[in-house]
């Protein structure tokens, strides 16, 4: 646990705006665990002990966890709450666009950081693995807590200006979502007639795999969050109508189908964005695509054993690989990864087996390295 002084000397009382949402909890979690500070809170969903005043007054650090289309308006309640006393704290907000939020609070007297984690709350304790850009609006005597803070997060940490920041999430977000938004709207519509979901994955590629899982994730969200995305960044706009004419542009072209037609797509489509995107860029992009179409296949494989190691400790999964060469069985993959509940398991893909799947699990569980969480052998 890192313990980290403010400018006072002692450790900072986080106070948290929206500490009932998801990342205001996990947020709240994280401080507490990782960072050993005192978090204090508030929100319309049963956490109304303090008032807007109580929470500024009291909070070294105040943390804005709000919904984008509430967050100006908040960060004005907590201004006038403050009434100036907000001076020499430390401000944040986790919203998904950065130029409004943080002109927002750079109305008020405290200093002023921009922060936003480009994930969910993640089911382990820190950001590892994920990227948060840090808009650094005003900051000065809280610049060596924030930095505490940055370094305990774990996060891929990105400096940039609010407004470079929402410019990009126009594209990173905004397009991203809303292709596949418009595709989960035609595949709603046309699939049945081409035998469902079921019929369309027997015959899948890997990019309507992978398309199939970005659209899924979506649509299994809190759909507020994509429509302020969409509705919340004054940029989306300007792109949804770039979108919108290279979709009628690529429309036209198919419906006139001659020549001249397929030599604009050919250009306006291919050539012309390949060569923006140059050529190292797209051999590494291909490159990941095949190792996606690889992590797939593992995955997807009939036959495998799926082990969670309590004991995250070194020499847990040596240990349990012994028993597979004890037995003589001969591994096609390994992979690790998380469940929804956070747990960290090993899928492990099987080659022919020289004992029964039931033999292999009871050897593994016998052993008291792990627990058994998922076998099969044989097709689906």
């Known amino acids: 646990m890192r313990v980290a002084a403010g400018p006072s000397g002692a450790p900072p009382v986080v106070g948290i705006v929206g500490s009932q949402g998801a990342f205001g909890r996990w947020m709240a979690r994280f401080l507490r665990e990782r960072m050993g500070v005192q978090v204090i809170g508030r929100d319309p969903n049963g956490d ?20 984008i289309r509430h967050a100006v308006a908040i960060i004005g309640e907590y201004i006038e709450a403050a009434a100036g006393d907000e001076a020499g704290k430390l401000w944040l907000d986790l919203t998904s666009i950065k130029q409004q939020p943080v002109e927002a609070m750079l109305r008020s007297r405290a200093e002023v950081v921009g922060l936003h984690p480009m994930t969910a709350p993640p089911k382990i304790d820190t950001l590892r693995g994920r990227t948060m850009a840090v808009c650094r609006a ?29 410019r990009a999430m126009a594209l ?76 009628a542009l690529l429309r036209a072209q198919v419906a006139d189908g001659g020549d001249d037609a397929r030599a604009v ?26 190792r996606m179409g690889y992590l797939q296949a593992d995955l997807q494989g009939a036959r495998f054993l799926s082990v969670y190691l309590p004991q995250d400790r070194p020499g847990s999964l040596r240990a349990l690989l012994e028993v597979f060469e004890r037995i003589g069985v001969n591994l ?23 004992v029964p799947l039931a033999t292999l699990r009871d050897a593994v569980e016998s052993e008291g390295i792990g627990r058994v969480v998922g076998a099969r052998d044989g097709e689906r």
Do not use: K
């Open 332 to 354: 096609e993959s390994i992979h690790s990864s998380r469940t929804p509940d956070g747990e960290l398991h090993f899928r492990i893909g099987l080659d022919a087996l020289p």
């Open 265 to 290: 797509m050919r250009h306006e489509f291919l050539r012309a964005p390949a060569r923006w995107f140059g050529e190292d860029e797209l051999a590494a992009r291909s490159h990941g695509f095949e």
């Open 48 to 67: 109304t002990a303090l008032s807007p005043r109580d929470l500024a007054l009291q909070a070294d650090v105040l943390i804005f966890s709000t919904p």
């Open 172 to 247: 990173v977000q905004g397009l991203v979502h809303a292709s596949h938004m418009a595709q989960a709207a035609v595949l709603r519509e046309l699939a049945p007639d081409a035998g469902g979901l079921p019929a369309l994955h027997a015959l899948r590629t890997i990019g309507h795999d992978l398309d199939l899982t970005v659209t899924g994730r979506i649509l299994s969200g809190n759909p507020a969050i994509y429509e302020d995305i969409q509705f919340g960044n004054p940029h989306v706009l300007p792109m949804l109508g770039r979108l919108s004419d290279a979709v």
């Open 138 to 166: 005003r900051l000065d005597r809280w610049q060596p807590w924030l930095d505490a803070l940055l370094v305990a997060l774990q996060a891929d940490c990105v400096e940039i200006e609010p407004l470079a920041h929402d």
